[in-house]
Structure formats: C-alpha cells, structure tokens
C-alpha cells in the first residue's frame, strides 16, 4: 500500500511538471494536452452518467459549456466588446485571475444544472 502511495504521489508531480517541460518544445505541445485534458474528463462525466448510473444523458455537456462560455467571457477582453455595460464600468477592460474565474464557472454552471433538474 505504501508504494502505491509513493508511485501516485511521483505520478502527480510528473504530470504536473509535464505542461512546463513540454512549453519548451512549443505552445502547441501544452494546448494539445490541455485539449486531450478536457477531452478526459467529459470522457470521465460519460463514464459516470451511463456506466454507473445506467442512462444516456447527454446534458451534462450543456452545463459544461455554460461554464466554458462564462470563463471564456471573463478571461477574454470579448466581454467589454459585446456588452457596452460593462464597457463603462471596467473602462481598461475585466482581468481576473484564473483562480477566481474558474470556481465561479462551475458555479454558475453547478447553479444552471439546479435551476434546470428544480
């Protein structure tokens, strides 16, 4: 048990060490793997909802997409573009750090799949 500890914990380091040696061999390297994450854990949501669960529903997708649009708007300057509001009110643009936009992504989208199953 100790040395599947041990191999997880060096797994872990590795993968997370991986995007930073592969940015030395190009950008597109790191976006492939980021791509290939996201592919992953739909792949993973599919896995639960019809292997565990027994059903075909695809609407976990749905909410997946609100969360990818939403941090999508705030990490862009697209947001101040499309709507003048918020134009006025952040005149050099919205720039929020990505630990803030991503938590409220999910939970924007965790709240879209309550107001939705409600």
Do not use: C, T
Request: proline share 5%; net charge neutral.
């Amino acid at each position: 048990m100790k040395n599947k500890l041990v191999l997880f914990l060096l797994s872990a380091v590795a993968l997370i060490a991986l995007p930073l040696v592969a940015q030395e061999f190009g950008q597109g390297w790191v976006r492939i793997m980021a791509l290939a994450l996201l592919y992953v854990m739909l792949a993973l949501g599919l896995n639960i909802v019809v292997g565990y669960a027994g059903l075909l529903d695809l609407g976990y997708v749905a909410f997946y997409a609100v969360g990818a649009y939403l941090y999508a708007l705030l990490a862009s300057p697209h947001l101040s573009e499309n709507f003048p509001a918020f134009a006025a009110m952040f005149p050099d643009g919205l720039h929020l750090p990505i630990w803030l936009i991503v938590p409220l992504a999910a939970a924007v989208a965790a709240v879209a799949g309550i107001v939705l199953g409600a």
